[in-house]
């Protein structure tokens, strides 16, 4: 059972539908925890009704193409993950500073005609999510670790390795997934992942390529 879905154990225990916040290059996955500044009014909205309930929301990606709807609201992604508020706090400027938890990714089935500000949809969670991690004990931890550090290193940042050592693999990937400063495409392929093996095998590849690249656009303006 991964950190955070103990009080879902069971598809019966989740919503069928949640409130959506379309949010771009925002990752949030099964254990991990997201923080959250929230100040459009609709969103506002938003909180103060999942506060009253379940106190879940549902994180996705717009459209990776763009596309909007007749009312120019962007497209969903079909693939988001639903978060639990575990704190908030109020602004002196009236925003609200949340915290989610990841509980469990789910495909959007519909969207909802709703009078709500906010979005709504119908949604089939990924029930895996809630088991044990399927590919944690197949994770090249090696391979994961020594792309982390080349990444650190080729951008001059430093890590809390104590931390780092100490995290099983299912938090090291995750983490390091949501961590990752990647696009909008890198992490709904890393949130759409079939397993917790091919995940980190998409995020080393992903940091590989990057630091390819960083090291093509280096060589190129010094010619």
């Not at 999942?50 to 079909?78: F, N, T, Y």
């Not at 995290?167 to 992942?193: F, H, I, R």
Request: hydrophobic letters at 40%.
């Amino acid at each position: 059972m991964q950190a955070g879905n103990a009080h879902y154990r069971l598809v019966s225990d989740l919503p069928a539908t949640v409130p959506v916040f379309p949010l771009l290059e925002a990752l949030l996955l099964p254990g991990g925890r997201m923080p959250l500044n929230v100040f459009e009014p609709r969103y506002l909205q938003l909180v103060d009704d999942a506060m009253r309930g379940s106190r879940i929301i549902g994180m996705v990606q717009p459209a990776l193409d763009g596309s909007k709807r007749h009312d120019d609201e962007p497209e969903l992604c079909q693939v988001g993950c639903m978060g639990r508020i575990i704190s908030l706090s109020e602004t002196g400027d009236g925003r609200y500073l949340i915290s989610l938890q990841g509980i469990c990714r789910y495909r959007i089935l519909q969207e909802l005609a709703v009078r709500t500000p906010f979005r709504q949809c119908r949604i089939a969670p990924f029930v895996g999510d809630l088991e044990e991690d399927r590919g944690a004990g197949e994770v090249n931890r090696p391979a994961l670790l020594k792309a982390f550090r080349a990444y650190l290193q080729a951008n001059e940042l430093e890590a809390d390795w104590e931390s780092v050592s100490r995290a099983d693999n299912t938090m090291l990937v995750n983490a390091l997934s949501m961590m990752a400063p990647y696009g909008a495409a890198e992490k709904q392929a890393l949130l759409e992942a079939p397993d917790l093996k091919t995940r980190a095998d998409t995020l080393i590849a992903i940091t590989e390529m990057t630091l390819a690249r960083d090291n093509d656009d280096f060589g190129s303006s010094l010619q």
